[in-house]
Nanobody, 116 residues
Framework: QVQLVESGGGLVQAGGSLRLSCAAS????????MGWYRQAPGKQRELVSTITSGGLTNYADSVKGRFTVSRDNAKNTVFLQMNSLKPEDTAVYYC??????????WGQGTQVTVSS
């Protein structure tokens, strides 16, 4: 199994920045891809960004140019740098890890609130 612990959420004004972290433990050697998803009240969970074990990245159109995903393999940690935050970025952000032939693992989530 893989355990994921997110941190770094909080309250920020529009235009501000936050950096989320996701520390992975357990069967991390088998992780193919990690990513960030978010869920706003009354909405479905949506993809924000992913990064593969080889470093390939993917972003939702709504965050391209503002968010950057990165990983520190030595620390088994994935980061999401969020700049130019908007009120519509307000959501609970979840870390996700994908392994072959296994169900995905999820963190407990961290709240990001952007005030206008």
């Amino acid at each position: 199994q893989v355990q994921l612990v997110e941190s770094g959420g909080g309250l920020v004004q529009a235009g501000g920045s936050l950096r989320l972290s996701c520390a992975a433990s357990g069967s991390i050697f088998s992780i193919n891809r990690m990513g960030w998803y978010r869920q706003a009240p009354g909405k479905q969970r949506e993809l924000v960004s992913t990064i593969t074990s080889g470093g390939l990245t993917n972003y939702a159109d709504s965050v391209k140019g503002r968010f950057t995903v990165s990983r520190d393999n030595a620390k088994n940690t994935v980061f999401l740098q969020m700049n130019s935050l908007k009120p519509e970025d307000t959501a609970v952000y979840y870390c996700n890890a994908v392994r072959s032939l296994r169900p995905p693992s999820w963190g407990q989530g961290t709240q990001v609130t952007v005030s206008s």
